[in-house]
């Protein structure tokens, strides 16, 4: 199975952008790339997900590099409610469970 | 459409004793999901329903663990003879055949003392 690395922890600043970053070189031409994130005390809750073309939706955007190595998550502006861990995920299709890895811990400083 | 909801919220029980949750789907969500969440880890896939039909288990998902889905709506997982490394937050999701995405509940936290 193609994996995922992103950092452990990321800070940022209430109102600001925030980037998170996630490298999956392994990536074959099938793998969507997924993202949920976590609130603490939640379970997780999906986020946005792309194949090729960088996706926008209300909760934020994906940027997909033309390699498709690597991806972006991007929160336009960071609230404290945005505070949870971001899981980056592959998957081929919606009949394959989701594996999750460590995520990146979000924190959102006032 | 009230959510996923997961039965009881927190466990407590002694080691070697059998416990068991339940997790309510979406209503007409055909594909349901167990996952296990120990602290600072990413949730563990267990196991999956397509309907009734139970289509994988996770290796990680011992003999002492079972999932039933009898109707294809509501799924119960049991943990016979428990111990402590099965302390964990038990997460259920659900999602409609061919969505890509999981909706979670806010699982099931089991201490065994």
């Known amino acids: 199975d193609a994996k995922t690395t992103q950092p452990n922890s990321m800070e940022s600043n209430e109102e600001e952008p925030v980037h998170l970053p996630c490298n999956h070189s392994t990536i074959s031409g099938t793998d969507y790339i997924h993202w949920y994130r976590q609130l603490p005390s939640q379970g997780p809750e999906y986020v946005i997900h792309?194949?090729?073309s960088n996706v926008n939706n209300r909760m934020a955007s994906l940027a997909i590099a033309e390699d498709r190595k690597s991806s972006t998550l991007i929160l336009h502006r960071a609230t404290l409610r945005d505070a949870a861990v971001y899981y980056c995920?592959?998957?081929?299709?919606?009949?394959?469970?989701?594996?999750f890895g460590p995520g990146t811990s979000l924190s959102v400083i006032p | 459409d009230t959510g996923v909801s997961q039965d009881p919220r927190h466990k407590i029980t002694k080691r070697g004793q059998n416990v068991t949750f339940r997790c309510d789907p979406i209503?007409?969500?055909?594909?349901l999901y167990w996952y296990r969440q120990t602290l600072g880890q990413g949730p563990e896939f267990l196991t999956y329903f397509q309907n009734e039909a139970q289509l994988e288990k996770s290796r990680l998902l011992s003999d002492r663990f079972s999932a039933e889905r009898p109707k294809g709506s509501f799924s119960t997982l049991e943990i016979q003879r428990t111990e402590q490394g099965d302390s964990a937050m038990y997460l259920c999701?659900?999602?409609?055949?061919?969505?890509?995405?999981?909706?979670f509940g806010s699982g099931t936290q089991l201490s065994v003392l």
């Open positions: 995920i592959l998957r081929k299709t919606s009949y394959d469970k989701v594996i």
């Open positions: 209503s007409e969500h055909n594909r």
């Open positions: 792309g194949l090729t």
């Open positions: 999701a659900s999602s409609p055949t061919g969505v890509e995405k999981l909706f």
